[in-house]
């Protein structure tokens, strides 16, 4: 049995990893800043409270597990606000905010939480395959491309880093669910897509830490 700590689990692709990873048998550690009734009825430890782009948040969740190993983070908090080309001095806040939860977020848990991360240890970030440059094709969505893109580019620093302590790390696309970011528009549903990144984050090892994949196997372009 691992110890898995998912953010952002108190709905959509959380909420289910949540569940399936309990379901299997493993010990989650489920952190959002507000617990959601649907969360609350897992068999998991949940704590709530959490803000991923405040560092004195951080500082207390890492104090409240002092001491305890994780085997499995999972970043995954994130949000996604519309932009286009045309109106983009209104929206620089929400680029910011989408900066600073889906770029600094997964960044600032990983390094708060490094002493609960041991040898073997694995380190998964939720991003997008909006996040890539090479995959770009249809423009606009400004603040979320780059937020993504920011956070693929941390996450390859974070495998360098972390790879002296045989931590290895993930960059993974869940695909285009349906969920409340969304607007329940997407290709697939959360239990799909969990099953997806779990399966990635299991067969991840330090020889293929830093890469870049969608939850369906395929390795996605920079």
């Not at 932009?83 to 770029?103: C, E, H, P, W, Y």
């Amino acid at each position: 049995m691992s110890t898995c700590l998912v953010t952002g689990a108190n709905r959509g692709i959380g909420l289910e990893l949540c569940r399936q990873l309990a379901a299997r048998g493993d010990s989650v550690i489920a952190v959002c800043r507000s617990p959601s009734a649907e969360l609350e009825k897992l068999d998991v430890e949940v704590t709530g409270g959490v803000e991923v782009t405040d560092p004195v948040s951080l500082l207390r969740l890492a104090r409240h597990l002092e001491g305890r190993r994780i085997d499995v983070l999972v970043n995954n908090a994130g949000v996604l606000r519309r932009d286009k080309l045309g109106g983009l001095a209104a929206a620089v806040d929400d680029m910011i905010l989408q900066f600073r939860t889906n770029s600094l977020g997964p960044l600032l848990v990983t390094e708060a939480l490094t002493p609960n991360l041991k040898r073997g240890a694995k380190v998964a970030i939720i991003t997008s395959r909006m996040g890539s440059v090479a995959d770009n094709t249809s423009g606009g969505a400004y603040g979320y491309r780059m937020s993504k893109s920011a956070v693929n580019n941390a996450g390859a620093s974070l495998a360098h880093d972390l790879a002296g302590k045989r931590i290895a790390v993930a960059l993974l696309h869940p695909g285009y669910v349906r969920t409340d970011m969304t607007g329940g528009e997407g290709f697939i549903d959360t239990a799909e897509a969990a099953a997806g990144l779990l399966q990635r984050i299991d067969e991840l090892t330090l020889e293929t830490s830093g890469g870049f994949w969608h939850s369906n196997g395929e390795a996605l372009p920079w």
